[in-house]
C-alpha cells in the first residue's frame, strides 16, 4: 500500500509546499508597497583634524534612528545597499565629552532620500578624546620589594639598564606619570645572583607608549651567618688607683654577621678592644669595650658587644 500511496502523497506535499512559497512571496511583495515606521541603525563617523589628538575610549559607529519610508526603501536602507555614514566634526573634541543625539537630526536627515527621520533615539553619545603629551620621569627600583631567602643579603648596588623613561600617551594617564617611577621585583626568596627584566607601568592605559619598555635590574646577593667570639681587650688611660678596679670579665663577648664564604678568613688578632678608664665612673659596675681596629671584611657590619663587670673597691 505504501508503495502505492508514497509517491502520490509527495507530489500532494509538493503542490502545498509549493502554493504556501507562492503566496507567502507574494504577500511579502504586496507588503513592501505600504509605508512603515521603523528603528534602523545608522552609521557615523566623528572627524576633527587635529593629529596631535588620540582616542580614548573607541567612539560610537552608530547610532539608533526612527524613520518612515516604503518597504522597498526601508529594505534597501537596512540590508541591500552600503550606507556611506555621516560625518560629525567635532571642534573642539578635548573638552568635548558627550553629544546629545537630537544634535544629529539636521546631519542625518540632509544625507537620506527616499525615507524619512522621524527622530534620532539616542539620547547622548558619549566622546573620549585627549591631547598626546610626554613625560620623562626617573627610574628607581623599590628595594622593599625584594624578597630575599632567608640569611641572604644584598652586596652589591641595584644596577638599572635605563635611569629615566619617556612615557608618551593621552593627557589624562601622563598626568599621572610621577618625577620618579619605583619599579617592583615580583620574584620571591632569591638566593642567588639576580638579573632580570621588569615592565614600566602604563598608568591604567594600553595607549600609553613607554621607551624603554622594560628595564634591566640586576644585583648580587649572598648568604650570611651570624658569629660570636670572646676576645680580650686592653685598657687605656689607667689611673693611679687602677688597683680599686676589679674585673670579673678578662674577656668580652662580640657578636656580629658575616658572609658566609668568608666566615674564616680574617685574622683574629685584628679585632682590638679596649676599655677606657675615663669614660667610666666610680659609681658604674659594668663597661662597654669599644672598637679599636677591624678587619676588612667585618668593617661596615653592625657589630654588638656586650659589657664586662667590674667591681670598684674605694681605697
Partial sequence: MSNIFLPQSNDTIKVVVLCVVTATTFWFFNALNDNYSTRISY?????????SLVVVNELPKKVSINVSGGGWNLLRKTFWFTITPVEVPLEDPVKQKYILGNSLYTLIADQMTEIQLNYVENDTLRIAIDSIRTAT????????????????????????????????GPERFIKEVPREV?????????????????????????LVNRSPV?????????????QELMLPFQKVNVPADSNAYIFRDS?????????????????LDSIQLIVDYEKIGASDSTVKPIIASLPKQLKKRKIKIDSVNFQYIKP
Fill in 43 to 51: 552609521p557615523i563617523k566623528f572627524t576633527f583634524p587635529d593629529s
Fill in 137 to 168: 620621569a626617573k627610574i628607581s627600583v623599590d628595594s622593599s620589594s625584594i624578597s630575599l631567602e632567608e640569611n641572604y643579603r644584598l652586596v652589591s648596588s641595584i644596577k638599572k639598564s635605563h635611569d629615566s623613561a619617556t612615557f608618551t
Fill in 251 to 267: 674577656l668580652a663577648r662580640i657578636s656580629f654577621e658575616i658572609e658566609e664564604k668568608l666566615a674564616g678568613n680574617y685574622n
Fill in 214 to 226: 622594560e628595564v634591566q635590574i640586576s644585583f648580587e646577593v649572598a648568604k650570611f651567618i651570624q
Fill in 182 to 206: 619605583f619599579i617592583e621585583l615580583d620574584d620571591d626568596k632569591i638566593s642567588s645572583n639576580y638579573s632580570g627584566e621588569v615592565y614600566l607601568p602604563t598608568f591604567g592605559s594600553s
